[in-house]
């Protein structure tokens, strides 16, 4: 197959934000490692933060090529520009290569580009769409299309669950807060919506998750749209049972790593003993919340790694840092980090994270028990499916002031590491990691439905020919 294979070429349309830059990235070096003309398409000022010597890379301009959205006056107008600019240089793009011994056979863009199927039905190829949240997330969004919830939906605390196929109840609170505060972000709910009213119009739809993880929502969907798991789409030396030297990387960082040493920090601290806190790539963190989680970590008495991206050391409580940027010399802040690696060593024993759908799968793929604290968009769901569905940890509760009080992450944190159920949770984390690693794995699930997708492109291939 891979010789053939190279007869297709796929281009990989990416919305540049870390997120999303990071699974549309590996999709495409995964295409490349079997064999496909795989060319990753970005924004000339996201474009030079990519590192890969396996795929092609291709500048696609939003029309604001010096900066991108920080240059635009809102989010309505970056993403109309976004799909004035893009349109036409995406077209350019299939344009260069169709007369060439590679013709470009198939889009596959990001959710937040909906336009780019357009370009790929004006040149007769295939268009796929690679949803960046879970298949249960999608399906909620799916039903409210089909009318089948109304829409914004409103879940009051003393209200019955809600109930939709292959989802657990889903009660006040555990909504994405795109559907429960629609307000809050109306210019990308509206590219959204408009994206699953397209859902069975695609040739394929390709989600970064696996079968195993969500069993019940791909038979809830089965056959309603074309859903194809694929992931989780994370570098195959953390993810994959067959450990791989070329793919130890996702390729792309938007922010440099910290220079603190934090992994020789990590290598003299005990197994399992490291709390690792993140809370991502977008979410700015008040300082009310600092507070309370600095005084909540020293709570613990326990070592941690804590990530605070765009916060100035010299804003954290006083005392919090010791020598050395250490704090309560006891655990480390730092700017960002290779969240990966820190999640791959053998210290870190709870993942404190915003469940984010990226840095939920990481987890789930490292076998690390987990504290959901979500805050905004899929994260709520993402932080339910981690404790009622998965049982790797406990969504943590905040205040009627949206705040996680000091105790609160004190409780959260000795519940998983050192609870009645932190055995099962480290138990669960270590069999869930096998699940997810076996279905990347040479002839797993998700690596059977890649190599499915690649037939389908040759023998079309064949045809143009």
């Known amino acids: 197959m891979e010789e053939q294979g190279k007869r297709s070429h796929v281009v990989v349309l ?14 495409t070096k995964r295409l ?50 976004f799909k004035t600019a893009g349109s036409k240089t995406l077209s350019d793009l299939v344009q260069k290569f169709i007369h060439t011994e590679d013709p470009v056979t198939c889009i596959v863009y ?13 040149f007769g190829i295939y268009s796929a769409l690679l949803l960046t949240v879970s298949a249960s997330v999608s399906s909620l969004f799916w039903h409210i299309h089909r009318g089948q919830l109304s829409f914004p939906v409103k879940l009051e605390e003393d209200d019955q669950p809600l109930t939709v196929p292959g989802i657990p109840p889903i009660r006040h609170g555990e909504l994405p807060t795109f559907l429960a505060r629609p307000e809050d972000q109306s210019a990308y ?14 040739d394929f739809v390709f989600c970064n998750s ?22 989780p789409l994370i570098p195959l030396a953390y993810s994959s049972s067959h450990q791989s030297e070329e793919d130890t990387a996702y390729g792309a960082n938007l922010w440099d790593p910290s220079n603190e040493p934090y992994l020789q920090w990590l290598d003299q601290r005990e197994p399992n003993s490291v709390i690792y806190v993140s809370f991502g790539s977008m979410a700015k963190i008040p300082q009310a919340q600092v ?54 060593h ?52 905040r205040d009627e002031a949206g705040i996680l009080t000091a105790r609160e992450i004190e409780r959260c944190v000795h519940e998983v590491m050192d609870g009645e159920r932190s055995d099962e ?26 190599e499915e997708f690649i037939a389908k492109l040759v023998k079309r291939g064949r045809k143009i020919d």
């Open 291 to 344: 507070e309370e989680f600095a005084s909540g970590l020293k709570l613990t008495n326990k070592p941690f790694l804590w990530v605070l991206k765009d916060y100035p050391k010299d804003k954290l409580p006083v005392g919090c840092l010791g020598s050395g940027g250490e704090t309560f010399r006891r655990g480390l802040v730092v700017e960002w980090c290779n969240q990966l690696e820190v999640l791959a």
């Open 14 to 27: 990416t919305y540049p934000a870390q997120g999303h830059i990071n699974p549309l990235l590996q999709f």
């Open 210 to 231: 696996s079968e195993e993880l969500e069993i019940e929502s791909v038979k809830a969907m089965s056959g309603q749209w074309p859903l194809v798991m694929v992931g």
């Open 110 to 122: 990001d959710s937040l580009l909906p336009w780019a199927m357009d370009v790929a039905r004006k």
């Open 346 to 397: 053998r210290a870190v024993g709870c993942f404190f994270t915003h469940c984010g759908w990226n840095s939920t799968l990481e987890g789930i793929s490292l076998g690390v028990p987990m504290v959901g604290a979500p805050i905004w968009s899929d994260q709520p769901m993402n932080a339910k499916f981690v404790d009622e569905v998965l049982g790797l940890g406990v969504r943590a509760k």
């Open 425 to 450: 949770f480290r138990a669960n984390a270590s069999n869930w990691a096998e699940k997810a690693k076996g279905s990347v794995s040479k002839g797993g699930s998700s690596d059977r439905n890649i």
């Open 189 to 202: 709910l509206s590219v959204i919506m408009g994206m699953y009213a397209t859902l069975d119009q695609h």
């Open 32 to 81: 490349a490692a079997k064999g496909l003309r795989a060319t990753f398409a970005t924004t000339p000022y996201t474009i030079l933060s990519i590192r890969s010597t396996t795929i092609g890379l291709e500048p696609i301009s939003d029309g604001f090529d010096e900066g991108g959205f920080s240059l635009a006056p809102s989010t309505e107008a970056y993403l109309e520009s």
